[in-house]
Nanobody, 121 residues
Framework: QVQLVESGGGLVQPGGSLRLSCAAS????????MDWYRQIRGKQRELVAT???????NYADSVKGRFTISRDNAKKTVVLQMNSLKPEDTAVYICNADIQYSFYGLRRSYWGQGTQVTVSS
């Protein structure tokens, strides 16, 4: 079955940078949008950035100008480059992808396990 695995999280000081990666594997016939969400403690999960198969990206207002989403279709990977990090960016970051997973054209969203990002001095 399809799996999404994130990596790159960790502890960083305010103003620092982190690069998160999410790799998809398994029985994948096609991938449409790939997204990054984050879960801030005590808050609802929110969409951070999304990128289409053709590379068109959109961002939450809170991260515009600081984060960049990209993808490598050959590697089935989506990356979130996070710069100028702030304490309020602290969250579990979760990868999501809209994937066709069967020969019969069935599609659904898949979720990664999440990776912790902590921004603190």
């Amino acid at each position: 079955q399809v799996q999404l695995v994130e990596s790159g999280g960790g502890l960083v000081q305010p103003g620092g940078s982190l690069r998160l990666s999410c790799a998809a594997s398994g029985s994948i016939f096609s991938i449409n949008d790939m997204d990054w969400y984050r879960q801030i403690r005590g808050k609802q999960r929110e969409l951070v950035a999304t990128i289409s198969n053709g590379g068109s990206a959109n961002y939450a207002d809170s991260v515009k100008g600081r984060f960049t989403i990209s993808r490598d279709n050959a590697k089935k990977t989506v990356v979130l480059q996070m710069n100028s990090l702030k304490p309020e960016d602290t969250a579990v970051y979760i990868c999501n992808a809209d994937i066709q997973y069967s020969f019969y054209g069935l599609r659904r969203s898949y979720w990664g396990q999440g990776t912790q990002v902590t921004v603190s001095s």
